[in-house]
């Protein structure tokens, strides 16, 4: 299959990333026990991955290079929080001693959100075949990054000036307290809070009221507005590990999850959430990965969990011509596939590296080496490594294309919509959305709009900054 829409030249590497000090942020202790049953923990609140995959290949390279210049690594967080390193071993990420198992958290029934689970429909085969046909001339909106949005990343949301932790406390009390629930007040104060200030919110609440912030949120709230406002509280690595074991929980495994996460996070992101996975849950995120996955797919993901992929930000051009010599030979150049030197190319290089390799192997063989990925690979493994490749050319634009897929068609995929929302949220929502406008000719604030509805939808939007 050919894919036009990523033309061998002219995708700018996207430096910067992340923007410094939001590398990895760890609250104090005492602010990560979480209170039973947080959101569908069953399989039911992520829809089924339609066979033969995603659209978008869902995922994400795996920390690859983007440190911003001096962020790296354990750059205090805007609010002042120390990053990992900082906290004493054995309190991993703020649990209490005897909380460090996974023991507190047990499975409500599985949900579904809307009536059933959201169908997203799939275009031709969008990680598997052609380009759907919705594009003028087959050609997939993969767009090359406007020079301006080269220099560095942003999000939609910044810690709030003047903030008083225990006035906001207050405010969320008074919201939840007599009949009813003021769910604008709610809106107002989570949507422009930074998730430091929020941390410091949960903390001063329990301070103040000898009550659980979380607990209380979750016995006025329902549904999608629950799980949004649950993963605004949660601390972005907690928030990480907390996804992946729900991927990987009850029946059936959400390997969209898995690529979208594993690939896409920098190498201290990476490393925290594998910390943090094993002192909350108990659990080796590496051994749950071999015995959810197999094969080549498997081998791909525990690369992406060691943390390690070369993080240099200069290009050798030498290196990319023999790579790009080396893939030639491993798939379109022979019978068969080698698919560990794929493996081993696109778990080991750095994005500004593959970017390179991506423009030389366009030279050498006249073809284009994400569908050369295409057509040597297929299923989960393909989704994720045609997910580095796409980071590596345009990560926003990664991005903008689950979110499209999360909204398009009927039903809405709302886990993959609250995920990538709120996760981008203080990295780069601000380039996701202009990536979203050029592609799709409409804005995600409006697409979010006709696609959701009440609070949730006020929140949604809110966060968005329409």
């Not at 760890?26 to 959101?39: I, K, L, M, N, T």
């Not at 900082?86 to 958290?105: C, D, L, M, N, R």
């Not at 949900?111 to 169908?119: E, S, V």
Request: net charge neutral; proline share 10%.
């Amino acid at each position: 299959m050919s894919y036009p829409g990523y033309p061998p030249t002219g995708y700018p590497p996207f430096p910067g990333y992340p923007p410094a000090g939001q590398e990895s942020s760890v609250p104090a202790p005492g602010q990560y026990p979480y209170p039973s049953g947080f959101p569908p923990m069953g399989g039911g609140a992520y829809p089924p991955v339609p066979s033969g995959g995603y659209p978008g290949a869902g995922g994400y390279p795996a920390s690859g290079g983007y440190p911003a210049p001096g962020g790296y690594p354990g750059a205090p967080q805007p609010g002042g929080a120390p990053s990992y390193p900082g906290v004493p071993p054995g309190q991993g990420y703020g649990a209490p001693p005897s909380s460090a198992s996974f023991s507190g958290y047990p499975q409500p029934p599985s949900q579904t959100y809307g009536g059933g689970p959201a169908q997203v429909p799939l275009p031709g085969g969008f990680p598997g075949g052609q380009i759907p046909s919705q594009y003028p001339g087959g050609q997939a909106p993969y767009p090359s990054q406007p020079a301006a949005m080269t220099q560095g990343t942003q999000g939609t949301i910044r810690p709030a000036a003047n903030f008083d932790a225990m006035r906001d406390a207050e405010i969320l009390r008074k919201a939840m307290k007599g009949f009813g629930t003021d769910e604008q007040a709610i809106v107002d104060i989570v949507a422009s809070r930074s998730n430091d200030q929020r941390q410091k919110i949960k903390a001063a609440f329990k301070t103040m009221y000898g009550k659980d912030l979380i607990k209380d949120l979750k016995s006025e709230l329902s549904g999608n507005m629950e799980e949004l406002i649950l993963a605004l509280f949660m601390p972005p690595t907690y928030y990480d590990a907390w996804s992946l074991r729900n991927a990987m929980q009850g029946a059936g495994t959400q390997e969209r999850v898995l690529i979208e996460i594993l690939c896409t996070r920098t190498n201290q992101e990476i490393r925290d959430i594998v910390r943090c996975y094993q002192s909350e849950f108990g659990r080796d995120l590496e051994k749950d990965i071999r015995s959810d996955t197999s094969g080549h797919f498997e081998r791909l993901l525990v690369s992406m969990c060691q943390g390690n992929r070369d993080e240099n930000q200069s290009v050798n051009h030498q290196m990319a011509q023999e790579d790009a010599q080396r893939l030639y030979q491993a798939g379109e150049g022979r019978l068969g596939t080698d698919e560990s030197c794929f493996n081993m190319i696109l778990a080991t290089r750095s994005f500004p590296q593959l970017k390179a390799t991506m423009e030389a192997y366009s030279r050498m063989s006249n073809r284009d080496l994400l569908s050369s990925v295409g057509r040597e690979f297929s299923g989960y493994v393909e989704s994720g490594l045609k997910t580095i490749l796409q980071c590596a050319l345009n990560r926003p634009a990664f991005f903008a294309e689950r979110l499209y897929y999360s909204m398009k068609g009927a039903g809405t995929d709302d886990s993959t919509l609250v995920r990538i929302v709120v996760s981008r949220s203080e990295i780069d929502l601000v380039q996701i959305k202009q990536m979203f406008t050029q592609m799709y000719q409409k804005t995600l604030g409006t697409m979010i709009a006709s696609d959701t509805s009440g609070d949730y939808r006020k929140l949604l939007l809110a966060i968005v900054g329409q």
